[in-house]
Structure formats: C-alpha cells, structure tokens
C-alpha cells in the first residue's frame, strides 16, 4: 500500500481548510505537518496548535515531522492535538528508544527520520522499534528545494533491511518530490510520499494531488 501524505507548510494558511479539502478531493492519503523551531532547522512553522486545526478539518492520518530540538517536551502535547505518527530526527534524539517509547506510550506511531548526510546504517540497532523510517531527501528547513538523488540509495537499504530482517515499518521520503521523480523513488521501495510545493504550489491542488497519486 502506498501512501501520499501532502505537507501543509506550502498550504495556504489563509484558508488551510480550503486547500486541505482539495488536496483530499485529488486522492491524499496522510496529512504531513512540518514542525519547525527555528533551532534544530532554520525556519519556524507550526506548533500544537495547527496540528489539533488540521484534525478538525479532517479524519485522514496526521503524520507529524519534528523538527525540533528537544522534542520528548512537547510529544504529549502533538499526541494530544491528535497526530497519529510521531516522527524525531535521529540526530537531535540522544536516546532513541526512550523517545519511540514515549511516543508508543502516547498513543501514536513512532517515526524516526534522517538528514541527508546520514546514513542508513545509523539505524540497524533501532529499526525494529520503529513504525516508520523516514528518509530526507532535502536539509530540512524549508519547502519547495530540489531532491537531492543520492538519497536515494537509502531508500532502497531501508527497504532490503526491512525485508532481511522481517521488519514492518514503513519507509517516508521527504523532499523535493515531483511528477518528474516520484515514480523513481516509488521504485526505490518508498511507502509514503511527502509533496509539499508540487502539492500546494502547482496552481490547481486537486489536479496535482491526482497526478502524483497515479504515479505511485
Ligand atoms: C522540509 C520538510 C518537508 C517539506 C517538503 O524540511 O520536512 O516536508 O514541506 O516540501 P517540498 O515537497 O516542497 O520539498
Ligand atoms: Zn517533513
């Protein structure tokens, strides 16, 4: 199953209502909100509060991305405004499985993401307490920048780990997707696709979410 989750940073937050329901009308599956604290990346975004806005306008899975130092803080707080996945950097959390436990303990799924620069192998020990694995494929911080392809290779050792060790997470990727690669990263053994501007940004959200729906 494959899963298209539009990121609401390239919403327009002057009617996100709005441009939510288009984005469902073309086919979204997940909801992806970007949590930024102008520390960890920097850009400042949402917190709690948007999270709990984006759960009244809709029933669809609320896939948090944080990125912020320190989350163990605020994870109640997300777990509360109603986010079903929980996603931490691997390089901002020192002590992982406390942390995925935390998030379990909540009520959510426990996600863990990692930047560009780091590798799969990061991972090996921790995969099996994660439900989702989410591979960056831009430096976090900001929409709308290009994918960077080298990633791409982690998509496809977090994709084998899983298999040889009969794992069942799923595997995200996070920026830069377009119509123009989506298919490529699909191949590569990705489950959810985050789009933010080639969602939001395109000029028609319904026609766009449909495109990239029909090529995952
Ligand atoms: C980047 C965020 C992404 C971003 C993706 O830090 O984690 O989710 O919204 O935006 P696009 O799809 O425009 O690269
Ligand atoms: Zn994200």
């Not at 590798?119 to 099996?128: K, N, R, Y």
């Not at 439900?131 to 920048?145: A, E, S």
């Amino acid at each position: 199953m494959k899963f298209l989750a539009p990121s609401i940073l390239s919403a327009d937050f002057t009617k996100l209502a709005d441009d939510l329901n288009k984005t469902i009308e073309g086919g979204a599956d997940w909801i992806h909100c970007d949590v930024m604290d102008g520390i960890f990346v920097p850009n400042i975004s949402f917190g709690p509060m948007i999270v709990a806005a984006v759960n009244r306008i809709t029933g669809l899975t609320k896939d948090v991305h944080l990125m912020i130092k320190n989350p163990d803080a605020l994870i109640p707080e997300f777990a509360k405004a109603g986010a079903d996945y929980i996603t931490v950097h691997q390089e901002e959390v020192v002590h992982l499985h406390r942390t995925l436990s935390l998030i379990k303990s909540c009520g959510a799924k426990a996600g863990i993401a990692i930047n560009p620069a780091t590798p799969f192998s990061t991972l090996t020990d921790i995969a099996e307490y994660a439900d989702l694995i989410l591979v960056m494929t831009v430096n976090p911080g900001f929409g709308g920048q290009s994918f960077i392809s080298s990633c791409l290779k982690k998509i496809e050792q977090a994709a084998d780990f899983r298999e040889k060790n009969n794992l069942n997470y799923l595997i995200e990727v996070d920026g830069g997707i377009t119509s123009m690669n989506i298919k490529e990263v699909s191949d590569a053994g990705c489950d959810v696709f985050v789009a933010g501007s080639s969602v939001f940004s395109s000029g028609n959200i319904i026609e766009s979410t449909k495109t990239l729906k029909n090529l995952i």
